[in-house]
């Protein structure tokens, strides 16, 4: 029986992060590998991804951070952005219902104003729809970037110093946080990785500092909860050690 077969209930690992990003992998390769349009492996993603929201608040995960839309795939095809950002709209309309009624809390991070006026104003009011949810923090990264949002930091930071508003020796790791878009969230503890590539691709940089990563070969739109479990076991096999050389 393949993974992706496997019963959905997650088994309860020993340890569950507090917060765990994914990078969602795999869309186009699942696509081509069926030889259909890269828009179908994409609504599949899509698919994937309520799955993988519904088996982390099974779980018990607190926060979880979805790499949805880089900064970097406007430079994709035009009409593959087109079919990206009609997919987001559909899903804010689609299922801001689910989540209100399953308990999650929508947040979006990222340039959302680049999707225009009017998905703006969609996010602004899934986000407040959303606001009792307290099963699970749900944050979609969307036109997001890990330099970009320390440099839009940076300038805030910058600006407050020039206006005399912040001095220059009370920035510190800290005050820098409360700048990202991520202020007053925990960082992750696991960042999950699928389709087999092993790298971060600009995806929660500074907040990623003492996260562990795991890497899983499977195209994200065949990921299931059993494929989350796994992560999670992995995750709490391992002796997080913060930096601090133990041995």
């Known amino acids: ?16 992060p507090a917060h765990v990003g994914v990078i969602m992998d795999g869309n186009g390769r699942w696509a081509a590998a069926r030889g259909v349009p890269r828009a179908l492996g994409h609504k599949a993603g899509a698919e994937a991804a309520r799955r993988c929201i519904e088996a982390a608040a ?10 949805a839309f880089s900064s970097e795939n406007w430079q994709r095809p035009a009409e593959e952005v087109q079919d990206l950002t009609a997919l987001m709209r559909a899903y804010l309309k689609t ?37 009792a949810g307290a099963r699970l923090n749900l944050n979609i990264a969307l036109s997001y970037g890990g330099r970009a949002e320390i440099a ?15 001095l220059p020796e ?9 700048f990202l878009g991520t202020a007053g969230m925990p960082d992750p503890d696991l960042i999950i990785r699928t389709s087999g590539e092993k790298r971060i691709s600009n995806f929660l940089l500074w907040q990623a500092a003492y996260a562990e990563f795991v890497f899983q070969d499977v195209l994200w739109p065949d990921y299931g909860a059993a494929h989350l479990a796994a992560a999670l076991d992995d995750f709490a096999a391992r002796e997080r050690r913060y930096g601090v050389r133990l041995g």
Do not use: C, N
């Open 58 to 67: 099974e779980a018990g995960i607190g926060w979880l951070t979805l790499f």
């Open 95 to 131: 299922e801001v219902g689910r989540l209100v009624k399953d308990g999650v809390r929508l947040r979006v991070i990222g340039e959302r104003e680049r999707f225009g006026e009017d998905t703006a104003r969609a996010i602004a009011a899934a986000e407040a729809a959303t606001a």
């Open 170 to 178: 009370e920035v510190d790791e800290r005050l820098f946080g409360g």
């Open 152 to 166: 839009a930091a940076a300038r805030q930071i910058a600006r407050r110093v020039a206006e005399g508003s912040l």
């Open 1 to 16: 029986m393949s993974a992706a077969a496997k019963p959905l209930a997650p088994a309860a690992p020993a340890r569950v």
